[in-house]
């Protein structure tokens, strides 16, 4: 749908690299702005100074300095597995781009079964941290490896009901049509604001950023890095490059999971469209929102991943066991019945 | 509090039924884990051997004395003014409390008492060590259980009572500045208003760590009713400070004893509390803090005038004899039995550390729990390392 | 403790007020009371206070070598050779006075702790605490100052500050 024909070689490779900074931006401005600064500002301290101005080239330092440091794997390791562990993570993050839309034609790929896609997607994470912590043959890291596995399927289940409400709501499984019908629907008539569906989803909206949190093990839920019990979990053994990958992986799944929860609830890449009179039904909307949209989508997503990040350097971490309680005896209840009340609500307007 | 007692025996029966079923059931093992000696959690060399099953706490040993460095025989060799300087390094977070009971006992022996404003500077500085070790420990507790912030606004408060100190006695960590019969200086110019402004700043903190933290609802469902001890077990293990109140025992040095310090001159409450969990002596640590800061408070309002220094001779040599003097300590009872043969040093000193009591009651409180317990037990109980190993 | 029940603010919220609290004061500027608690070390730094026991220093002429500061130090970093001298006499026609003179006066700073028992017992006032406190070397056998490097750490001593109200006048140093 691109405007331009190009052959297939160079799409490709277009959406390669849009790939790639979709998933390496978010990443680093994430780190420099929350991890970094906000963290500090909140501890009253100013964080990184030295390398650039306010710090802000401290991130290619950090780079280069793991970079530089040996690849290890410690003896009883079995090796392959140990190698492949983060890229089986951070493959997971670059597959939950693809899906995201980014403009009314800025976009990786476009089908009809997206929400599926990205729930299936974001549990090969899981898959990566158990082959870590296993593979690592230490036992700090098998157990990390162990309440990972244990917290991320716990909280794949509250995600998935969490988005099935949305999903009724759109009458779409497509994240570009949840993204127009946002935009283009109207509250009781009034369509000032659109439809973003944090406003009538918003039980959903609070269920899916919990999820996050715990899908990202951020702090709440950092059981299986919890450093003060198990010194890092399943990452104990690695370091340098391989420590890198997975320390990308997890402020770039960060922000894919805020593009995704700015574009389920949020109204995604749009403003509302009644503001410009645009017409979803005849698709008019003008060329300039594919350059507009991923800005806006990038706000959104600071914002979101701020408050994730906000959490994480304000609040103590659970026990296992409380973890695995709320998932299953508030979250998955609490999500079961706000999918009954849109049913019903569907059904009755 | 019996409710919480039962439950501690009921974990403690599912342990050893566990530790049976282990072999025989599933044909499996029980895994052995190290915590420690280089652990995030053992604040230095504490080793402390746990067999698990699962997640599950079966047994729990702590192996202290990767860190010892002998100061029962170093003070034989020493004269009297050099055991202060080493004494110091017990407890490194308080480490001017370390030296007033030592002092208190070389003074006990040469039947001298320090004039009443030494009294009441050693009292303020004997509490100000307090703040400042107890101060970090409510920081450390966030750190602990996965907060990273607390710990920050901990070293940030903690900072001014270091300041405090190093600008009455010149050193940071270790003031060196008890002397028998006294102190080595008076106050600066100043030291008191800035004391009093320091002592606001420090009831900000402990109100901001009661928002932040302990009423945070996950800190509390971490802390609560985990790592019970009934207040038989604590006596009967020798536990002691914030550790034995937090069981409901109410005991303190500090007024239980008359000791030349001036505690007894002003208005202070015990704090205790019943339940004997991680969260109560947490929450008794952080009481105590803002205790502290009153007590501060009044004794730097008065303040009594005159010298600081009572006659000792210029070369020290304290009489024959023996004397045991302890005191309420930021960590517990901290005392020295020292034995004198009239020479220029003790021939013999005993030093009573809290935080090696107060860890010995880690394997019965183990037992039964979770492995993110055992941190939180172990942080709650509060020991430093240098004052297990001395 | 017990008060009246208030509607609280659930603990999990005000712990983030807390947060935002303490970034909002680190991001005001200095000049209305705001900023970091920390300082740029190289770029700014703090002045320690006039007691601060940061490097010992000595005023050589004031020395006798009686040795009572190497002996009484509790880790034994101090180094003291003197051999004694003839000086002339002080009043025409008298003996010649002996003196002591000093040939080595060395603190090994990679020893010392910092207790300052030898600056107090010193009975001749020749040794002080100075607060300057940046003089780490990338050698550790440089940290063994010799008595000329002592000598100029004189430069940096204050003046013992003012006592607090009620304190007895002292005599001495």
């Given at each position: ?49 030295e ?31 140990y ?11 670059f ?118 949190q ?13 450093e ?24 770039a ?5 805020s593009?995704?929860?700015?574009v ?76 009954m ?9 | ?55 599950q ?24 003014p ?41 009292t ?24 990273v ?36 200086d ?28 302990f009423?945070n ?18 006596k ?12 409901g ?83 517990g ?58 | ?16 007020g ?13 000049k209305?009371?705001?900023g ?33 500061c ?5 880790d ?5 050779e ?92």
């Open positions: 749908m691109l405007a331009v024909d190009l052959p297939y070689w160079a799409q490709s490779l277009l959406r390669v690299l849009g790939g790639t900074v979709a998933v390496l931006l978010p990443a680093g401005t994430i780190v420099y702005l929350f991890l970094f600064k906000m963290m500090s500002f909140m501890q009253s301290r100013l964080g990184p100074m390398a650039g101005p306010y710090g802000s080239m401290q991130l290619f330092a950090e780079v280069g300095k793991w970079l530089q440091k040996e690849d290890l794997a410690p003896d009883g390791a079995d090796k392959r597995i190698r492949m562990a983060p890229l089986v993570v951070l493959v997971s993050t597959l939950l781009v693809a899906v995201v839309p980014f403009g009314p034609d800025a976009y990786f790929t476009n089908f009809d079964a997206g929400v599926f896609y990205m729930l299936a997607v974001s549990s090969i994470s899981t898959l990566g941290i158990l082959m870590a912590g296993w593979s690592s043959a230490n036992k700090y890291s098998l157990l990390g490896g162990l309440r990972a596995a244990g917290q991320l399927i716990a909280y794949e289940l509250p995600m998935v009901l969490a988005v099935l409400g949305v999903v009724i709501q759109a009458g779409t499984m497509n994240l570009q049509q949840i993204v127009v019908k946002q935009n283009s629907d109207s509250i009781f008539g009034w369509d000032g604001l659109g439809n973003p569906y944090i406003l009538t989803q918003f039980i959903g909206f609070a269920i899916f950023m919990i999820a996050v715990a899908e990202l093990t951020q702090t709440p839920f950092d059981m299986p890095i919890a003060s019990e198990l010194v890092s979990g399943y990452m104990t053994e690695y370091s340098g490059f391989r420590f890198l990958i997975f320390f990308i992986a997890e402020f799944t960060a922000g894919v999971f593009l995704i929860a700015s389920l609830f949020l109204g995604g890449w749009g403003v509302p469209f009644s503001w410009f009179g645009w017409d979803a039904a005849t698709g008019s909307v003008d060329n300039w929102m594919n350059v507009a949209g991923p800005i806006i989508m990038i706000t959104k997503m600071m914002v979101l991943s701020g408050i994730i990040m906000w959490v994480r350097f304000s609040y103590p971490r659970f026990r296992e066991d409380q973890l695995q309680r709320f998932a299953w005896k508030v979250l998955i209840p609490v999500s079961l019945l706000n999918i009340l849109t049913a019903i609500l569907k059904v009755a307007f | 509090m019996t409710d919480l007692a039962d439950r501690q025996k009921l974990s403690y029966i599912a342990a050893q039924a566990a530790d049976a079923r282990l072999n025989v059931e599933l044909e499996t093992e029980g895994m052995t884990l190290n915590i420690g000696p280089q652990h995030p959690a053992t604040h230095g060399t504490l080793r402390i051997i746990v067999r698990l099953d699962g997640e706490v079966v047994w729990a040993e702590p192996s202290a004395g990767y860190m010892h460095r002998g100061y029962e025989k170093l003070t034989e060799v020493r004269t009297f050099q055991v202060t300087a080493l004494v110091n390094r017990i407890d490194w977070l308080g480490s001017f409390a370390n030296e007033v009971p030592f002092i208190l006992a070389a003074e006990k022996l040469m039947e001298i008492e320090a004039p009443p404003r030494a009294q009441w500077i050693r303020i500085l004997f509490e100000l060590s307090r703040i400042a070790n107890v101060g970090l420990f409510l920081g450390d507790l966030g750190v602990q259980l996965g907060a912030t607390p710990v920050f606004m901990a070293f940030r408060d903690r900072e001014h009572v270091l300041n405090l100190i190093e600008g009455a006695t010149g050193g940071r960590f270790h003031p060196n500045f008890d002397r028998i019969g006294g102190l080595k008076d106050l600066p110019a100043g030291w008191i208003a800035e004391t009093k402004q320091v002592m606001k700043k420090l009831r900000n903190f402990c109100t901001e760590m009661e928002d932040l933290l009423g609802e996950i800190f509390q469902s971490r802390l609560r009713g985990i790592g019970v001890i009934p207040a038989e077990v604590a009967q293990y020798g536990l002691s400070g914030a550790n034995l109140r937090a069981s025992v109410d005991w303190d040095l500090r007024r239980d004893q008359s000791l030349p310090l001036a505690y007894d001159k002003v208005d202070w409450k015990v704090w205790t509390h019943p339940d004997g969990d991680s969260f109560a002596r947490c929450w008794i640590r952080l009481q105590e803090t803002r205790e502290s800061t009153l007590i501060v408070d009044q004794l730097l309002d008065t303040m009594p005038s005159g010298p600081i220094m009572a006659k000792v001779p210029r070369i020290i040599k304290v009489p024959e004899g023996e004397a045991w003097v302890s005191t309420e300590n930021p960590l009872e901290m005392g020295y039995y020292v034995v004198s043969k009239g020479d220029l040093g003790p021939f013999r000193v005993k030093i009573r550390s809290a935080s090696f009591n107060n860890i010995s009651i880690v394997p019965w409180v183990l037992r039964g729990v979770y492995v993110p317990d055992v941190i939180s037990i172990l942080a709650s109980l509060y020991f430093i390392l240098g004052d297990i190993d001395r | 403790m017990a008060a009246p029940k208030k509607p609280q603010v659930p603990g999990l919220l005000k712990g983030l807390v947060t935002l609290n303490t970034m909002a004061q680190t991001l005001k500027p200095r209305l009371g705001g970091s608690a920390t300082v740029q070390y190289p770029h700014e730094k703090e002045t320690p206070p006039l007691r601060a026991r940061g490097v010992i220093a000595l005023r050589e002429d004031n020395c006798t070598s009686c040795m009572l190497a002996r009484s130090c509790p034994w970093c101090i180094y003291i003197g051999h004694k001298e003839l000086a002339p006499p002080r009043r025409a026609g008298g003996a010649p006075r002996k003196v002591n003179k000093l040939d080595r006066f060395d603190i090994d700073y990679a020893l010392c702790m910092y207790c300052g028992i030898c600056v107090e017992v010193c009975p001749f006032d020749a040794l002080f605490w100075s607060p300057e406190y940046e003089y780490s070397e990338p050698k550790i056998a440089d940290l063994l100052h010799d008595k000329t490097k002592l000598g100029e750490w004189m430069e940096t001593v204050p003046e013992a500050p003012a006592l607090e109200a009620g304190a007895e006048k002292k005599k001495g140093k």
